[in-house]
């Protein structure tokens, strides 16, 4: 017999409260869900009336003829269900209405959403300045989150005396600032891209506040650090905003960074906002345009200025030619690229340079090698850097497993160049990222005269469940 609306909620909270529960949220395992909760007398047609989730699909996932893998589906359930934030953080979902809540990147870390917190975690790993393991992020996630509020207290009584005299920016702000903008970065390569989003843009207000509130004859070094600290965040936030799939968005963030970075003198700041804008044109095909980009970028930065920047843009340089066809050019810009890199200190350059260590050269390597026709190098390297790459690092390997797609689609290897691209997907899709969709969407279009192909026909399917997820 179906529970009444009263029976129904008491046991929901009984059942939310076992363990076996929460330890299906962790897995994120519908199905189970939905088996406890019809052990416990709740139906799925109460389930599917709660959730929005058809009756049939919900026997699926109980039957385990489908997994659920979509974000939508998981916020279904627990909105629905009315999940309490135990369970919602378990399944790395933000708590509703904006409220704090906590993400899981994956292997079981819970790191805090809140805007104001995720400020705090940013500004403790860029005072920290060296390479912060996610195990240890957890840790300081944990002690920022202990002492958020007297800290928020803190803050805003140093911006509100930096606002009650027009004439004073203190080094300690500033310093702050700088601190926080470098902690994001170093975020961006640890969390999703929506996660850290919204306290970023709050950052960025606040920098905002403070350079209005700052007269124009104020000690000019700190002033021009600060409007340099705004130029590095509104890059990064142009960079996620592509990444979740809002280009308008992203261009209008980096138009901002490009005035900063006049106003401030920072040619460099142009030169970033330049090689983030190319993954926009490269991901359509539009292989010249990114090229085109690439090329203004390195002219406005050197090896004497930014050594790891030169060598990032001069990477992508390569990439892009060799998608053009142009072998002798991708060869020189990866030249270029390798010379400026082994003179670079990529962990103490610039804000966005910090990304580019041995296992992201060794990805443009791949990249570049499989365009030019290089594939068994490229295959080789590919190999050996994905065995040694963490499991966490999801992204990296969902562009090589992309790049090698296309390389054997070229070649017309169409059952390699599916699984290839079926690898890579699911990588992406594990890191709700929208950036890499377009590749995946050329190889699909590469692809798609072979459907009749099993192999190629799981790659298409997979596909349009990850745009339906995503969008």
Known sequence: MALDQRDLRETLEGVFARQDMYEACQRRDVGMMVRILSKYGITQGQIAGLTGIAQGRLSEYKRGRRQAEDLATFEKVADGLSMPARLRQAMGLTAPGGMQGTANPGNGLQLPTDTFDLQLLAE????????????????????????????????WEQLDYALGDSMVLSEATVREMEARTAGFHRLEEMLPGNVIFRGLS????????????????????????LITTAGESCVLAGWIASDMGSTATARNFYDTAERAAKEAGDPAIVACAYGYRSYIPSGKGNH?????????????????ISPATVAWLAARHA???????????????????????????????????RFLDENRLDSFRISTYSKIGKLEEAEEAARLMIARLPELDKKRTAIILGDLASAHLVRGSVTE??????????????IESAIWMPRFDVLAQGLRRWQHQ??????????????SGLA
Request: charged share 30%; no cysteine; proline share 0%.
């Open 288 to 304: 010249g345009r990114a090229r085109a980009l690439l090329g203004n970028a390195l002219e406005l930065v050197s090896d004497s």
């Open 124 to 155: 403790a790993i860029g005072k920290r300045g060296d390479d912060v393991k996610r195990r240890e992020m957890l840790g300081m996630a944990a002690k920022v989150s202990a002492t958020a509020m007297a800290a928020q207290s803190e803050v």
């Open 417 to 430: 160049a599916a699984r290839l691209a079926r690898e890579g997907l699911a990588a992406s899709r594990d």
């Open 454 to 467: 099993q192999a190629v026909r799981a790659f298409l399917e997979n596909l349009a469940k990850a745009k």
């Open 319 to 353: 990439e892009e030619s060799g998608a053009l066809g142009d072998n002798v050019t991708a060869l020189r810009s990866w030249h270029q690229a390798e010379d400026a890199f082994h003179i670079a200190d990529t962990a103490d350059d610039r804000v966005w340079t």
């Open 202 to 225: 709050v950052h960025i207000k606040e920098v905002s506040t403070l350079l209005r509130g700052s007269a124009e004859h104020s000690k000019k070094g700190l002033r021009n650090r």
